[in-house]
């Protein structure tokens, strides 16, 4: 019974920190056909900005009035939204090469980069060349590391163990991103462009929907949710340049597992692998289960290539066939 | 230009200043010099094309002919080479094919372009939703839904609809954008007798009804003769021949390389 208790309080964080990472790079990679190989660093962007907004304040905006959780949780909608912005950035000029190809128009008569866009090798080299240039970069202007952000809400006792209970409330936090975006996907006008453009782009335009904005947005949308990420996780990290490459694992691993699909996709990654990381890490240690979880992800892609979720589709085609 | 554009319509000559003065308000859509290459290959060369508010047209000719090529064009999905393309009065050429949609045109892909993860009511749903919200939404959803007569499967996803149905659907989708100009790229291809019969249906109820003008791509010359009020031949990139049904079954030059019927030429 103890034991059982711990691995279900312990996989909360698992669950948490899996479907957190994955969420942005899984709607990138989705609706996009891009793998963003700087989502780590997305990430690092929005530790980095909690910090900075936690123990610096922000210019026009009066966090640091707030009391201490206000204040909290000001830094890291704040962090969040610098990232979207960020990631509108990049969608701009390194992903759709809007901005240099208006330049390009304008000087040399015709564009010179060709959009990113289901080009899915392309877009991991030129974004593994961002993430490098961000490390870099961040580690010339921000040194080693910046200052942490406190953990709120204190510890939960259980039998005679203990955890931070803010870990486990990560895991509501994730549940609730997993349902806005069903929700955002479902049943707003941007869901409905986002859901045809993944599916047919021309024929999408040919309805009127305006297929760069849908894909901008989509961008600072994934880009955004990765800021969050690495807001939620700056009181539990130390906020230093290279923190987003451990993100980027769980990531990857959770969106070749979970499939195609954003939300059902990462539900199900999520959850098989938080369970697969927990039972290994509470019995043979942290090592081994990294070590499971990705032996896990390879026996899943090896039998299961296009995700958990296309198992859902399959078995929702064939109850349809049935009725 | 070919020698064939000497008997086309009067409008069909205008200049492109003024057309884009709006001179001709019948005048709807019109190529000016419209120009296609791909590397050594013309696809579409110098072709003048000009179809008015409220026409039916079908644009047929042999396999290779350019038809689908001039319709990218049309729609923005290709850039043209050289020439212009004016609609309503107004050069489109430089925008983008959403942006064209937006002024009225609008096209139905020759392969069965719906959603079929989506249900039949979200797939009108997403070409109304930018043009209407709240009751005005439904009111005008119901409507595409009755127009692609599957108002009684709304609630089923596009793939289990019939090839018949989903081209009824996509014909419903684009015509609930309230288009002046509805571009078609064979829309009985690979269809039943009563399929064909229904799609006909559609199409001159549409266009009688609500005054769309129709620029259709069709092999089916039975079906052709059904709707058309006037039919253009491209061959090898180029205006052919352009009159009625009867001229163009008529004339032993298109039999020649179309029908590939034997001429005293």
Redesign the interface.
Known sequence: MAVGLDLLVQFFPNFASIVLAATGLAIIFGIMGIINLAHGEFIMVGAFSTSLAYNGGIPFLPIDALPGLGRLIGAMLFAALVTALFGLLVERTIISGAIPNWIAERTVGHPVITPLYDRLLDSMVATWGLSLIMVQTFRNVFGNSLSGVPIPFGKLSYGNSSIGLYQVLLAGVAALVLVGLYLLFVRT?YG??A??TI??E???????????RTYMATFALGSGLAGLTGALYAPLLSIEPGLGAAFLVDAFVAVVVGGSSVVVGTLLSGGLLGIVDTLFSNVYGTFAGRIALLIVAIVLIRFIPEGLSSLVERLRERR?EVD | MSDATEGMDPAVKQTSAELATGVDTDTILQTDGLTKRFGGLTAIDDVDFGVEAGELRCLIGPNGAGKSTLLNLI?G?LSPSEGAVYFKGHEITGL???ER??HGL??K?QVP?V????TVR?NV???I??LASGTERDERMADALAASGLADKADI?AS?LSHGEQQQLEIG??AS?DPDLLLLDEPVAGLSVDEREEIADRITQLNEERSIAFVVIEHDTDFVADIADHITVLHQGETFREGSIEEIEADPEVQRIYLGGETDA
Not at chain 1, 202 to 212: D, F, H, I, P, R
Not at chain 2, 115 to 118: A, K, P
């Open positions: 006008d409905m462009r859901r045809a599916q047919n021309s024929m999408a335009q040919s309805l009127g929907v305006n297929t760069e349809l | 729609t999905a983008d094919p959403h949609i937006r609008s096209i892909f372009s959603y079929e993860d989506l979200e749903r997403l070409p939703q930018r996803e289990a989708m684009a954008l």
